[in-house]
């Protein structure tokens, strides 16, 4: 098989197109480029994902905000202050509080206070940050449960997407805020956590099991995925969490429902002291980033969905199903290179094909999945756009090809069907050889010689281009194709080169080909009337039509290649043309066919038998009938 070939077979080039596509983006992918992007993406679902709006009775926040601090004249926030506020928290039976104060020295007056707070409650929570630089709790606390880490994880481009549940120095193992706080309130509806039973590695809340996230997942390319982490949806920020200030809680504004039986979170709000951070909510602005003390609490809101609600955390497949996602829409989009020739079908199937996926990976991401959107994306478009350029090329060459051979020798409405039907009429690239039935035609001008050696020859070449045009663009009118000049003679083939399927279309070629002879005698007249009033010779033609079998297809080679039509109808119709030079006397165009031609006409024009004759060359005898014009009055019958 030819390489041309098989590269022009559609599964080929679909194959080819998707692997090569495929193999990019998996380049793309596996050395981080499109991670920007697949987080852009993701950023993009969570802020159009509906977001739960009904408020998360199990949470409270109390912010320090800028008016606090200036309203107490001081910062930090003295120990005395900090454990008079948890004084009034704790009278009102939380389930747990947890100060995102950090308080690794004291700030006296009312340390003794703020260390006592801490022993005497269980369910108060210290601040902390884990590693060698890292921010130490309350001493009091200091490697108890109540010590909790408040580390957030910032992915490149200082957006916050990940939650953290674990960490550990590579010593001792941490919980965070978020997780201790979730924990202490499931506490009383018996639910704790637990290793998954099917992986002990995985932790379990109520009956949902979070599975921690690895380095490739997502969108993700080598994250650091140290400890034990999670996607965060943002779900909970349709209705913000119930808020109030540290003023309110010194003022006693807050009502107790607001503060029994809740996780209570404090921590700082304000533009003086920086703990704010963009998220995917956040689209600009200082007024879209979310506080340190609101994303603790979104993370331990998502916790207590898990456990609670039903909620899901996210799912990502694994590498191997996204090397087959991502092959799967190159191949789809290799599909409509190949099959999509139209500039403008070609963008409407690519803007179709994205919104597809895009839709199909948001409707997903709404069920807790998240799929990859980019790699698959970029996958689709460039396969699309590799094969659609090969077929576009090809098919550039092809038609330069087809053109080279047929645009001066066919009518463009030939021209357009050939390059229409092309798929059956090329064969590895070229014009295959076909047998079929068509219509030869032969004319030449009756003593051309003689003419020749009495004119000037810039003047003859005048005298014959003028003839020459105008029976080109006869036979071409008249759906012939020119096969061939020898000289002053014109070989025109009716049938050719798209095959005829039915004999009405055989019947056709024959009929056009008689009438394309007729036109041509009319225009000789007009021709020797033209050169007789310039004192130039008149001229006579001959004309040979014969129908049957042909062989068409190219002839010669790489460097001058001719489609032409070979066989015995073509040697019957050269010798009808030439039969018996003499004859006709002084008609102006003597048109002579063969039986098998006359058949076809079905009494469309006048005829005479001419006898049987033994063409030169031809064993066996052939029936001779003239054409004499068009038959106004019925069918020949003679």
């Not at 308080?103 to 108060?124: C, E, H, K, W």
């Not at 036979?475 to 000049?485: E, R």
């Not at 056709?508 to 020797?528: G, Q, S």
């Not at 033209?530 to 130039?536: A, H, Y």
């Amino acid at each position: 098989m030819r390489l041309h070939s098989f590269f022009k077979k559609p599964y080929a080039v679909v194959t080819l197109g998707a692997l090569i596509a495929f193999l990019v983006t998996f380049g793309l992918r596996r050395g981080g480029q499109l991670e920007f992007l697949e987080l852009t993406a993701y950023d993009q679902f969570v802020l159009v994902t509906p977001k739960i709006r009904a408020e998360d009775s199990r949470i409270t926040v109390i912010e320090v905000t800028e008016a606090d601090i200036q309203a107490i004249g001081k910062w930090p926030l003295t120990d005395a202050v900090i454990a008079r506020g948890v004084a009034i928290l704790a009278a009102a039976k939380p389930r747990a509080i947890g100060i995102d104060i950090y308080r690794d020295i004291q700030v006296p007056p009312g340390t003794d206070a703020y260390n006592r707070m801490f022993r005497d409650n269980p369910l108060i929570i210290g601040i902390m940050t884990v590693g060698d630089t890292g921010v130490a709790p309350p001493a009091v606390i200091k490697g108890t449960p109540q010590a909790a880490f408040g580390d957030i994880v910032i992915d490149p481009g200082g957006v916050v997407r990940r939650g953290l549940l674990f960490l550990d120095d590579g010593a001792t193992s941490y919980t965070s805020l978020a997780l201790t706080l979730a924990t202490l309130y499931l506490e009383p509806e018996g639910i704790s956590l637990q290793p998954d039973s099917l992986n002990p590695q995985h932790i379990k809340l109520g009956r949902t099991t979070i599975v921690p996230l690895e380095e490739n997942d997502g969108g993700y390319r080598k994250a650091d995925a140290g400890g034990y982490q999670l996607l965060l949806d943002f779900k909970s920020t349709g209705v913000p969490l119930r808020t109030y200030t540290y003023s309110d809680l010194l003022s006693g504004k807050i009502p107790t429902s607001a503060i029994a039986d809740r996780i209570i979170l404090i921590g700082v709000n304000s533009q003086s002291v920086k703990d704010h951070f963009f998220t995917p909510l956040s689209r600009g602005g200082e007024e879209q980033l979310l506080s340190g003390i609101q994303l603790h609490g979104q993370i331990t809101s998502q916790l207590l969905r898990f456990a609670l609600d039903g909620a899901e955390p996210f799912k990502v497949p694994t590498e191997t199903q996204k090397s087959i996602w991502m092959l799967l829409w190159g191949v789809a989009g290799a599909v409509i290179g190949f099959r999509t020739h139209s500039a403008r079908r070609f963008a409407l199937f690519i803007v179709t094909g994205m919104l597809c996926l895009t839709g199909f990976d948001y409707l997903a991401f709404i069920q807790s999945w998240w799929l990859p959107l980019v790699p698959p994306g970029l996958s689709f478009f460039a396969s699309a756009g590799m094969v659609n350029a090969y077929i576009t090329g090809m098919e550039k060459k092809e038609r330069a090809m087809l053109m080279q051979l047929f645009s001066k020798s066919v009518s463009k409405e030939i021209a357009d069907m050939i390059w229409e039907q092309r798929d059956d009429f090329l064969d590895n690239g070229r014009p295959r050889s076909r047998k079929l039935t068509a219509t030869i035609f032969f004319s030449d001008i009756r003593g051309f010689t003689s003419v020749s050696e009495k004119m000037d020859p810039q003047e003859l070449l005048d005298w014959l281009n003028t003839y020459m045009e105008l029976m080109i663009r006869l036979v071409l009118k008249h759906g012939g194709v020119i096969d061939n000049f020898v000289g002053d003679a014109i070989k025109a083939d009716f049938g050719v080169p798209l095959p005829r399927r039915t004999d009405k279309e055989i019947q056709a070629d024959a009929i056009n080909a008689v009438t394309c002879a007729l036109a041509m005698e009319k225009e000789m007249f007009h021709l020797n009337k033209m050169w007789g009033e310039k004192g130039l010779p008149g001229m006579a033609i001959r004309v040979g039509i014969f129908s049957g079998q042909v062989v068409a297809g190219l002839l010669g080679s790489n460097q001058r290649l001719k489609f032409t039509t070979i066989g015995d109808t073509v040697n019957i119709a050269s010798r009808l043309e030439s039969f018996d030079k003499d004859f006709a006397g002084d008609a102006v165009c003597r048109i002579l066919i063969g039986s098998t031609t006359l058949d076809l006409l079905g009494g469309r024009f006048l005829t005479e038998k001419i006898g049987e004759a033994s063409l030169k060359g031809k064993e066996e005898t052939i029936t001779i009938h003239r054409v004499l014009g068009e038959n106004l009055s019925g069918p020949d019958i003679s």
